[in-house]
């Protein structure tokens, strides 16, 4: 599989080991989503971290998907996200066509480091006041489907 690096076109103190992290052809691991879970916990309390634990295994089969392990992210493709989004580093790489809905099958991912995803998933959830379901869709019953869905999973890091 070849993986082509679009370079960040500001580079912040996170943004840039997530490229060197990423030249050094090291994967995200569930490590760095531990760390960044525990974060969050420490920063908005355990019932906040727990959500995001939830939604950060449903989206990344418990951190094993090949996205998050090349993007640290739950998949996050370029230009689908409102700010504020940082200016990082992006990947290409070939998917399932059939799972992409705007039939490609090469995505470009921004390359995060879990702890800024997971911030900006905080923020995100805010932002709709609490509201995750959104984050799947703006259809309510789809939020709702998703909501249900995301509850079953077990947290392991909180």
Same mark, same amino acid.
């Given at each position: 599989?070849?993986?082509? +690096?679009?370079?960040?076109?500001?580079?912040? #103190?996170?943004?840039?080991? /997530?490229?060197?992290? $990423?030249?050094?052809?090291? &994967?995200?691991?569930?490590?760095?989503?531990?760390?960044? +879970?525990?974060? +969050?916990?420490?920063?908005?309390?355990?019932? &906040?971290? &727990?959500? +995001?634990?939830?939604? $950060?295994? $449903?989206?990344? %089969?418990?951190?094993?998907?090949?996205?998050?392990?090349?993007?640290?992210? =739950?998949?996050? /493709?370029?230009?689908?996200? *409102?700010? *504020?989004?940082?200016? #990082?580093?992006?990947? /290409? $790489?070939?998917?399932?066509?059939?799972?992409?809905? =705007?039939?490609?099958?090469?995505?470009?991912?921004?390359?995060? %480091?879990? =702890?800024?995803? /997971?911030?900006?998933?905080? %923020?995100?959830?805010?932002?709709?006041?609490? %509201?995750?379901?959104?984050?799947? #869709?703006?259809?309510?019953?789809?939020?709702?489907?998703?909501?249900?869905?995301? #509850?079953?999973?077990?947290?392991?890091?909180?």
């Amino acid at each position: 599989m070849k993986v082509k +690096i679009n370079k960040p076109l500001l580079i912040g #103190s996170l943004a840039l080991f /997530t490229l060197i992290l $990423f030249k050094a052809k090291k &994967m995200f691991t569930e490590l760095d989503a531990k760390k960044a +879970i525990l974060n +969050i916990k420490d920063k908005y309390g355990l019932e &906040m971290a &727990m959500l +995001i634990e939830q939604m $950060f295994r $449903f989206e990344t %089969n418990h951190f094993k998907s090949l996205q998050y392990k090349k993007t640290g992210t =739950a998949g996050l /493709t370029v230009g689908k996200w *409102p700010a *504020p989004v940082p200016k #990082s580093p992006t990947v /290409t $790489f070939k998917t399932n066509p059939a799972l992409d809905s =705007a039939g490609r099958s090469q995505i470009d991912y921004i390359v995060w %480091n879990p =702890a800024e995803f /997971t911030e900006f998933l905080v %923020n995100y959830i805010k932002r709709y006041n609490g %509201n995750f379901g959104r984050w799947f #869709s703006t259809d309510p019953e789809k939020q709702k489907a998703y909501i249900n869905k995301v #509850s079953q999973v077990k947290t392991r890091f909180v």
